[in-house]
């Protein structure tokens, strides 16, 4: 399982708490985004991430995730400069899905940092299967 | 005046085709599509002014003896992304013994996701939660996570299918529509009639409308295997172009109920079938019935070949071998009222039905 704690190196009982949880709040939050047509179902089934040389973690917890919405956005976590990830996703659209984009974006500062396709958006067809990876070197 | 609006209307009508067909090419945005509900649910009287089914275009040509009909259904707004009150509007385009008619309709469509339905949202949100894929585990080989992921894949698969049929369930979709059916010649020189007769020296080309016809539809398919429609229709129809011809009142009725009857692809193999995986296409002869109705008020002297009402019973067996390939045979029993004589008379004709474009 990825942890993907914001706060994660504050701890409540030490002095320097605080300190740490604005240290994490100025660092670079990453997280994975799609966006689609409002209305397509839609699952995301895999959304593996490897750091640096761990082993890949699922950042979905074990379990799916089924939106028509048009907006999922999942939080991996705060990263350092040189941190190498590799980001691997795989979603199913259950009916035609007319625009597509994910992305992993960054806050503080805020950056698209890579999206896929590189420009415009993918269509899918109904029950088309869509996995790709992302290779990010956080700068 | 009038033909010259007429004549622009017309003009702007044929240039919103040609932009709607050059979107054409991406037809992979088309919702969710089931074959049991098709554009003939009204396949004799009112077939030249139906809008019915649920796909994106549709086109259908019919043989018979006295009624040859070209038709194409297209749905525009499936072409565009945001969703829209408008998604499921449907412009019909038809010729049907010499008669054009053009005609637009406002529609609705619960199995589109992309109108300002819910349920499409509802039925996937009912569906219950799927494990994700996990990551490759120690000791699990490369070769083992593939073999995992493809199984993964094939139950997803099922899992869509199921969701579909679920859709499939108390589908519904109604059009409330107006088209216009014109003459042959809509313009031009008034040219006098030559006779001994009593129309000698009227205008045989004084009109250029023959009807104008408003319609409801309302089709109900109980799941992917059996559906109804029923609707009416009210037009005001003149006999000829001639001058001095007047509109008369016409009420129609019109129903229908189809089954599917025998599967071409067992049942068990249909999961294999790329157009059941991907629309929910099943390969099969439907049979179904038809009931038309057609009754004329006003003066009797301009009613269509003094028809006063119209009755038909159309039995019809549906080949669905393909989308792109689907035909109908049906033997329509006709009824009708002169103005003092019945008549019932019966001939069969073939209905060819191309679905252009009607991918999920």
């Known amino acids: ?139 | 005046m009038k033909k010259y609006i007429l004549f622009y209307a017309i003009s702007l009508y044929f240039l919103s085709i040609r932009i709607a067909f050059s979107q054409t090419a991406d037809t992979n945005r088309v919702n969710f599509f089931s074959s049991v509900i098709s554009t003939n649910i009204k396949p004799q009287l009112f077939n030249d002014i139906s809008f019915g089914g649920f796909d994106l275009l549709a086109a259908n040509l019919q043989f018979s003896k006295d009624n040859s009909l070209q038709k194409v259904v297209f749905s525009p707004f499936k072409l565009f992304n945001d969703p829209s009150i408008f998604k499921d509007s449907r412009i019909n385009f038809s010729q049907k013994n010499g008669i054009s008619t053009f005609g637009i309709a406002y529609g609705f469509d619960n199995t589109n996701p992309y109108n300002k339905g819910k349920r499409v949202a509802n039925v996937f949100m009912r569906l219950p939660p799927f494990p994700a894929l996990t990551p490759r585990g120690a000791g699990e080989s490369e070769d083992d996570f593939k073999k995992r992921q493809k199984k993964y894949l094939d139950d997803l698969a099922l899992a869509r299918i199921g969701f579909m049929q679920e859709l499939a369930k108390n589908m519904i979709s109604f059009t409330i529509g107006y088209n216009i059916s014109l003459f042959e010649l809509i313009g031009g020189t008034p040219v006098p009639i030559v006779s001994t007769g009593a129309d000698n020296g009227l205008i045989s080309n004084q009109f250029s409308t023959k009807s104008h016809n408003y319609s409801l539809d309302v089709n109900y398919g109980v799941n992917e295997n059996f559906a109804i429609n029923v609707g009416g229709v009210y037009k005001r129809q003149r006999l000829s172009a001639v001058e001095g011809q007047e509109l008369a009142d016409y009420y129609g009725f019109n129903t229908s109920i189809t089954g599917r009857v025998i599967w071409l692809t067992p049942k068990d193999k249909l999961i294999n079938n790329a157009d059941y995986r991907s629309s929910l296409f099943i390969p099969s002869i439907l049979i179904g019935l038809s009931l038309e109705t057609l009754n004329a008020t006003g003066n009797p002297k301009f009613y269509e070949d003094s028809i006063s009402y119209q009755q038909i019973i159309t039995p019809f067996i549906d080949f669905k071998i393909s989308p792109k390939s689907q035909f109908r045979l049906s033997v329509p029993i006709k009824k009708y009222t002169k103005v003092d004589t019945d008549f019932v008379s019966t001939g069969p004709f073939l209905q060819y039905t191309i679905e252009l474009a009607n991918r999920n």
């Open chain 1, 1 to 139: 399982m990825l942890n993907t704690s914001l706060f994660k190196k504050a701890n409540i009982e030490k002095e320097n708490f605080e300190e740490k949880v604005l240290e994490a709040l100025n660092g670079q939050q990453l997280f994975f985004a799609l966006k689609w047509t409002k209305g397509g179902p839609l699952v995301l089934f895999q959304l593996f991430v490897k750091i640096n040389d761990e082993d890949e973690k699922d950042a979905l917890n074990g379990t799916a995730i089924k939106d028509t919405d048009g907006d999922i956005s999942i939080f991996l976590g705060v990263f350092k400069k040189g941190d190498k990830l590799k980001i691997t996703f795989g979603l199913n659209a259950f009916l035609a899905i007319p625009q597509i984009v994910s992305m992993i974006v960054q806050a503080n500062p805020s950056l698209i940092l890579e999206r896929k396709p590189d420009a415009g958006f993918k269509n899918l067809s109904g029950g088309e299967t869509w996995q790709d990876t992302f290779s990010i070197t956080i700068q």
